[in-house]
């Protein structure tokens, strides 16, 4: 059988594709890296509103032109606009799939969930687990990574970022993303530790500004906890990827995104919270709750373009440094 090039919209039990034998694309790191302004200038020609966020109108233009057979929307735990995404991308006469992270979060629901993704991708329970163990051993290795970044100080939050962000499908090829990570790691850890910085935290969903890591470490800090990229990496490890994708904290509620985030704040030993919302996002809502929760200095930026950080961030960002650093 072919493999079909599936792409989907934020990350989910990707071990099913390609235990079917298919390629995983995570449609977000297409559109961030390849022409997002085209991306969006596209889709709002087709008639998206300004005032919807610039995620939905990219995911729905890379869906339309990467030349995919099917797209994978998650229409619970993501997106409150997904259900709509998927209609409009079916509207092109592609092919899409519903899948739900069940709000409950119980493991029988869940279970059903994925027992469903399975039989529409004709595989089984125990195909399902081969593959995992398999992203598990890559998945080791970006525990370590991580490890380097807060612990050792050999690896950039940037560096950081990149690699756990891409973890969400491995770049559509595992073997090579293990290649590519082994070197990398190679060279890592011939570095020097990397000189003593305000240690943040970024809480939130991959940014969209081009050079906020930059930014930052100009500044003089270093991002040594990335939020929702750790978590597309699986960092628990548990056999069972039902238990495993219950532990996921993304798709849930801010309260099970606090419950991994304070004991990392404390373990990485965090100087300062800087928590990222997209514009028009239901999460700058979550977000009011996590600086209620977090007795740490915290700065909400909030982006909205493909581009470099703004006048007034830049100057938002100076600022919180000029007093915490």
């Known amino acids: 059988m072919k493999a079909k090039r599936i792409g989907f919209t934020t990350s989910f039990p990707v071990e099913v594709l390609y235990a079917a034998g298919h390629i995983p694309i995570d449609l977000n790191n297409i559109f961030v890296n390849q022409d997002a302004d085209k991306h969006i200038y596209k889709a709002e020609i087709k008639g998206f509103p300004r005032t919807i966020c610039s995620w939905i109108k990219g995911n729905y233009n890379v869906a ?21 995404l998927l209609e409009m991308i079916h509207e092109e006469a592609i092919p899409v799939y519903r899948f739900s992270f069940p709000p409950e979060k119980q493991y029988a629901a869940l279970d059903a969930e994925i027992a469903k993704l399975e039989e529409h991708y004709q595989v089984s329970r125990a195909d399902t687990h081969k593959i995992k163990q398999r992203l598990d051993e890559i998945r080791k290795k970006l525990v370590v990574l991580d490890e380097w970044t807060w612990k050792e100080r050999l690896v950039t939050g940037k ?161 919180f440094f000029e007093v915490h650093a």
């Open 64 to 84: 339309i032109t990467a030349k995919l057979d099917e797209v994978v929307g998650i229409v619970q735990g993501d997106c409150s606009n997904g259900n709509s």
């Open 159 to 319: 560096e950081n970022h990149i690699w756990l962000v891409n973890a969400s499908d491995f770049n559509g090829d595992p073997d090579r993303y293990e290649e590519e990570l082994d070197s990398f790691m190679q060279m890592a850890a011939k570095r020097d530790p990397l000189p003593a910085k305000l240690r943040l935290a970024y809480l939130g969903v991959p940014p969209i500004y081009k050079n906020i890591y930059d930014a930052i470490a100009e500044l003089g800090g270093d991002v040594i906890f990335n939020e929702v990229q750790r978590q597309f990496a699986m960092p628990t490890l548990l056999t069972d990827i039902v238990q495993q994708y219950l532990v996921y904290t993304y798709p849930y509620s801010v309260f099970d995104r606090l419950e991994d985030i304070q004991p990392e704040l404390q373990r990485r030993c965090i100087d300062a919270v800087i928590s990222y919302t997209q514009s028009f996002c239901h999460l700058q809502i979550d977000n009011l709750l996590l600086k209620k929760y977090i007795d740490l200095p915290f700065l909400n930026l909030e982006g909205d373009q493909p581009e470099d950080l703004d006048s007034r961030t830049q100057l938002r960002l100076e600022s």
